[in-house]
T-cell receptor
């Protein structure tokens, strides 16, 4: 068990481009969470999966954002038509209904 | 709605000195409470958690925290800090009952001076 893995660790993209991030949770964990963290702030919830079902989405998740978790395993977070305001750290976490979430190292997105 | 307040944005402590980071919460029931640590450019690592029982909980790296219901607080402490403790510290509570979605405080940045 290598913990929660996120790829890439860093991404620089031009405004208007699409980007996709991947999260591989701890293998037996059925719950997966995405958070966004901007400089000087705590992480803010974006969306949550239980197995393959997306059960909750934050208002922060505009129409340009989409997340999937096919087959209840890894998850992807896609941002279309990126804007400078999307620059942030995107964190993934997973859990096994134990009230304890384990976080990955995050993907740092910079939109130029 | 559940909320967490970390009143101290930045704290500077001398190496070897004691540390206390403050966390106050607002929660509708008996809360679960968490402290996470984040090194620069890294993800979050769980330091310790309170679910129930003994109000003084021990965590990793020599940290402990005390749950005080009367003060709605869950302050993090360490008797003697090390230079490697320099990081950002976040207190968190579950946003809802029934899953692990968390509401985080704004964090306290800890600087260690020789």
């Amino acid at each position: 068990d290598t913990g929660v893995s996120q790829d890439p660790r860093h991404k620089i993209t031009k405004r208007g481009q699409n980007v996709t991030f991947r999260c591989d949770p701890i293998s037996e964990h059925n719950r997966l969470y995405w958070y966004r963290q901007t400089l000087g702030q705590g992480p803010e919830f974006l969306t949550y999966f239980q197995n393959e079902a997306q059960l909750e989405k934050s208002r922060l998740l505009s129409d340009r954002f989409s997340a999937e978790r096919p087959k209840g395993s890894f998850s992807t977070l896609e941002i279309q038509r990126t804007e400078q305001g999307d620059s942030a750290m995107y964190l993934c976490a997973s859990s096994l209904m134990t009230a304890e979430a384990f976080f990955g190292q995050g993907t740092r997105l910079t939109v130029v | 709605a559940q909320s967490v307040t970390q009143p101290d944005i930045h704290i500077t402590v001398s190496e070897g000195a004691s540390l206390e980071l403050r966390c106050n919460y607002s929660y509708g029931a008996t809360p679960y409470l968490f402290w996470y640590v984040q090194s620069p450019g890294q993800g979050l690592q769980l330091l310790l958690k309170y679910f129930s029982g003994d109000t003084l909980v021990q965590g990793i790296k020599g940290f402990e925290a005390e749950f005080k219901r009367s003060q709605s607080s869950f302050n993090l402490r360490k008797p003697s800090v090390h230079w490697s403790d320099a990081a950002e510290y976040f207190c968190a509570v579950p946003t809802n009952f029934g899953n692990e979605k968390l509401t985080f405080g704004t964090g306290t940045r800890l600087t260690i001076i020789p």
